[in-house]
């Protein structure tokens, strides 16, 4: 098992910035994935960004040159650094992480409400 701490989050401006960071416990192997999905009411959840073990990065659309995804390996921890927020990025954030044992695990955050204000 894989417990997922997500801090961050809040209420801003738009033009503003937040940050997001999920800390990863318990049985973790060395080849994961960590990442950021968003679910907006009424709209399905949508990958925000993820990143490998390896460093590999994954960005959606939506999100390119406005979010950075980071990681700390030795940490387990993942960070989204959001800036130049809008409003359409007001969603639930959930924390991602994934291993192959060989088969896929699939762990979710409790997830961080973020909101940005017009």
């Known amino acids: 098992q894989v417990q997922l701490v997500e801090s961050g989050g809040g209420l801003v401006q738009s033009g503003g910035s937040l940050s997001l960071s999920c800390a990863a416990s318990?049985?973790?192997?060395?080849?994961?994935?960590m990442g950021w999905y968003r679910q907006a009411p009424g709209k399905q959840r949508e990958l925000v960004a993820d990143?490998?073990?390896?460093?590999?990065?994954t960005y959606a659309d939506s999100v390119k040159g406005r979010f950075t995804i980071s990681r700390d390996n030795a940490k387990n921890t993942v960070y989204l650094q959001m800036n130049n927020l809008k409003p359409e990025d007001t969603a639930v954030y959930y924390c991602?992480?994934?291993?192959?044992?060989?088969?896929?695990?699939?762990?979710w955050g409790q997830g961080t409400q973020v909101t940005v204000s017009s």
């Open positions: 991602h992480f994934q291993q192959w044992r060989p088969w896929a695990e699939h762990y």
């Open positions: 318990g049985r973790i192997f060395s080849s994961n994935t």
């Open positions: 990143i490998t073990s390896a460093s590999s990065t």
